[in-house]
């Protein structure tokens, strides 16, 4: 089978339940997941950056992906995450990614609106998914309440009546907003606005986005899947475990030039990381 859109998978989870997304930068990562999702069973997103584009070319990321969704057991969505550049949409479209987020987060209102009502209009065309972002999910500075709640901090979190007209005007298929998570390392625990989530979720009634998904504890997780959030990404923790197993591998290799023996347990440390985060989504107390 081929990749199913992001709307279709959405539409698996059940209230209180997420379909974990993860980023994937090579093939061993890659394989890592889908054994994860394979193991437990799960509908599973994979997902690209615009910098692992850069790093590891649209035409290889499309074909590994294309290729994990084909032999996998269970649906797999192909999605690109955080476009900022149209072109590379239509790209990835063409390549066979059935989902796509177009990023206009850090544009004018009327601006994100245009580019993200424009995106639509050539991803519906030819039945693919698109996400889109309002507010603007951090991702350089550790958090405080002061800041993240306080109108003119560092953080934009999302408008409520504000979600209502994006989404009214772009008919995107599912919306991240900023509720005060952010991407990479948090140095401090985050102040999550789980009020916002359902709010958006609720006036909205689309299936939500949470990024910055890495290093949140389990309890904050369950709370914001049961608030309204369908989608969990992750993309740090999982490049963590890769890097700490591939380090670990070589130190104690004996000189090995294998890169597959680094590469194998590296896999599998992707494997057990993606695990714990696809229990998370589904409730399990594993
Ligand atoms: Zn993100």
Redesign the pocket.
Known sequence: MGPVTLSEILSMARPGVAIAAFNFTNLEDLRGIMAAAELEQAPVIIQTTETTVKHSGLEYLAAMGRAAARVAGVPVCLHL??ATDFNLVVRAIRLGYSSVMIDGSRLPFEENVAVTAEAVRVAHAVGVSVEAELGQ?GGKEDCACSTCCSTDGELHLVDVDEAVEFVRRTNIDAL?PAVGTM?GIYKAPPCIRFDLIEEVHRATGLPLVL??GSGLPRAIVREAIVRGVRKF?VATDLQAAYVAAWRKALASSGGSIDSRRAGAHAMEAVCEAAREKIRMCMGEER
């Open positions: 995450d955080h999910v991240a991407h990024h910055g990404n």
